[in-house]
Structure formats: structure tokens, C-alpha cells
């Protein structure tokens, strides 16, 4: 069966669909998607989801948005056991916690610092934004003292998903987590376990960078 990606390189919760698809052995049909020239905007991809919006997969005729529920699913129909993603309740409420954690806290309160510059034209950062996101990379600092991984004590969804959000705030700012030894740790071990996390996940972290610098340099 041939699983569609509808994908940017540059995009984190992408990225996050594609490392889950290698840990899986699952092949995905990537099928690029220009934001910025407005491709998703495209009558036959708004029929796919109206949302409009990436990722998007379709695998053979089921088509689904969101990230983290992409991964979830890919887990549940492909994986050979649970372990990315467990069925026992309290580990799996975990792996969750840590899933809705990334997309409302860690991956959002970056986007809010960094994307009034980038998309909206803005010529000064937020400083409430920044501390908001300070914060929010504090959090992942307590949670990886209390354990190995993310959500516990082996590599699941959650890992993936933040390390795709951790890896494009390292090309934002190099210096991110200095003052987090925890997460510099994880990180590290988590590079060394991802099926083909630089091509999958550093190179498109390293776009997104790109970006931001241009956007940055108009910074008054």
C-alpha cells in the first residue's frame, strides 16, 4: 500500500511523521507542499483536507491531518509492538501528556516568539513571549530529570515528536539549551537512536533556519 506525506522539509511536525515512518520501516510517498506559494490552497488538496494544512497523509484512501495523531496512527497499524506508543493506560496517558504538551506549550510558545518575525513582519520579539518559552523548555528540563526519555524509560512518540520541535529551536538559536544539560543529554541519545535523523530530521531543522535568519536580520 502507498502511504501519501504531504510534507515541507522545513516543517517540525512534518519531520515528526517522517522519523516516526523510519522507526517503523514504513515508506512514505513525500509529496511536497509550498506553503509559501500557497499550494495548499489547491482545490484537489482542500477536497484531501479541508483544513489545508501539513502534514497530511492518506494511506490507501484514509486521509488524516495533525502530526501527532499521524504518528499515533502509523504506530498502531504498522509497528510490530507497542513500544512507541503502549497500550497500558498509564504509560500511553504519559506518552499523551507529553504529545499535547509539544503542540501547546514547547512547539507553541516558540512559534510565538519566532513567527511574528518570520511570517508576520514584526520588527521587535516579544519579551512576554520569551519568557512564556523559557518556561516552556524548563518544563522538558523536569521532565527528563524525573526520567531517561521523555515519557519514561524507552524511546517513544513523544521523543520524537519533541526532538523534531527541540532540533528547530537549536537552528533558531544555536544556544537554546545551554543551561539545560538534560535536555543536551536526551537529545544526544535520541540522535543516536532515530532511524535516519539527519536526513530526515536535521537537514529540514537546518531550512527552517535558513529562514529564520533572513527574517531575523530585518530585526531593528
Wanted: hydrophobic share 40%; charged share 25%.
Amino acid at each position: 500500500m502507498s502511504i501519501d506525506l504531504y510534507h515541507m522539509d522545513a516543517s517540525a511536525p512534518c519531520r515528526s511523521v517522517r522519523l516516526t515512518a523510519k522507526m517503523l520501516g514504513v515508506e512514505l510517498n513525500l509529496k511536497v507542499l509550498n506553503l509559501m506559494a500557497g499550494e495548499q490552497m489547491a482545490p484537489e488538496f482542500i477536497k484531501i483536507n479541508p483544513q489545508h494544512n501539513i502534514p497530511t497523509m492518506v494511506d490507501d484512501g484514509f486521509a488524516m491531518n495533525e502530526s501527532r495523531a499521524i504518528c499515533g496512527y502509523l504506530v498502531q497499524k504498522y509497528g510490530k509492538d507497542d513500544s512507541l506508543y503502549p497500550k497500558d493506560p498509564k504509560a500511553r496517558a504519559v506518552v499523551d501528556q507529553r504529545l499535547y504538551f509539544d503542540m501547546g506549550v514547547f512547539y507553541q510558545s516558540f512559534g510565538k516568539v519566532y513567527y511574528p518575525v518570520m511570517f508576520g513582519g514584526a520588527t521587535s520579539m516579544d519579551e512576554a513571549a520569551k519568557k512564556d518559552f523559557a518556561n516552556a523548555v524548563g518544563f522538558l528540563e523536569l521532565f527528563l530529570s524525573q526520567n531517561k526519555y521523555a515519557a519514561g524509560d524507552q524511546l517513544t512518540i513523544a521523543d520524537i515528536c519533541l526532538m523534531a520541535s527541540a532540533v528547530t529551536f537549536e537552528s533558531a538559536d544555536a544556544k537554546v539549551f545551554d543551561n539545560c544539560p538534560k535536555i543536551k543529554s536526551w537529545m544526544e541519545t535520541c540522535k543516536s537512536e532515530l532511524v535516519d535523523h539527519q536526513e530526515s530530521n536535521q537537514v529540514g531543522a537546518d531550512v527552517f533556519g535558513k529562514m529564520l535568519e533572513g527574517a531575523m536580520a530585518k530585526l531593528g
